[in-house]
């Protein structure tokens, strides 16, 4: 870690310089200072993301969103994220025969974050996330996560998610994941000619007479009827 904050203190320390040379012109300037603030982040994200402190997790978070924020996508931040959404649950640390390295909403962000960033990478990662994870509250950001990147290949997307929330229905039903999946679902099958495959309509009917909350059923019903109203 000192390591890093050496290389921070140093990156400072070039920007100060930067910013008082008046001779050069301001659009140089402004292009070095990004490109400072970018190298600065990615060793911070790196540096961060590795850390066994969940709260140093989280500042690493904050890091990569600001920076997506700002238009950044670069390997660093895609490979922090996958790091810090597969943790404790693809990628174990067991210590006295216990997860140590578990922390689920760091998961939870980092699919938030992924949904911020888009593109095949984000999908391949939340789609791993997808499979791995065990807690609903962290699966509902990553189905909205998946919704917001809108990659749909061959209805693949719907059929994973489907397979995750019947596995949820059958044994603790969760209203939030089962909302989040609503959503999913409604967006995917608007842009499918309202169509969705066979087990995803059987799931929405269990989920509209299931154990959930009213609205959740609701939603449920009222989708039910916008795809036999199209085809019958």
């Known amino acids: 870690m ?10 400072l320390g070039a920007l100060a310089l930067l ?41 690493a978070l904050a890091t990569i969103e600001a920076a997506l924020q700002r238009g950044t996508r670069n390997e660093e931040i895609r490979s922090a994220l996958e790091t810090l959404g597969l943790e404790g649950t693809v990628n174990k640390t067991i210590k006295n025969g216990a997860i140590v390295n ?23 990662i939340l789609i791993r996330m ?4 065990t807690q609903a509250f962290v699966l509902a950001e990553v189905v909205k996560a998946l919704m917001t ?9 719907v059929k994973l998610i489907t397979k995750r929330v019947r596995h949820f229905d059958v044994t ?21 000619g309202w169509r969705l495959d066979t087990d995803t309509e059987a799931l929405l009917v269990s989920i ?25």
């Open 2 to 11: 000192q390591r890093s904050i050496c290389f921070v203190t140093l990156a």
């Open 19 to 59: 910013t008082g040379q008046d001779s050069r012109s301001g659009r140089g300037i402004a292009l070095e200072e990004s490109y400072l603030q970018e190298s600065m982040d990615s060793m911070l994200i790196r540096e961060q993301s590795r850390s066994e402190s969940r709260e140093v997790k989280e500042s």
């Open 102 to 124: 578990s922390f689920p909403d760091i998961r939870r962000k980092t699919a938030h974050c992924l949904g911020i960033m888009g593109g095949t990478q984000a999908y391949t």
């Open 130 to 133: 997808l499979g791995a994870e």
């Open 149 to 157: 990147v809108g990659l749909n290949p061959n209805n693949e997307t």
């Open 172 to 192: 603790l039903p969760d209203d939030l994941l089962a909302f989040a999946a609503l959503s999913a679902y409604e967006r995917f099958a608007s842009e499918n």
């Open 208 to 232: 509209s007479d299931g154990r959930y909350h009213t609205t959740a059923r609701a939603y449920a019903k009222d989708l039910l009827v916008k795809l036999r109203r199209y085809h019958g």
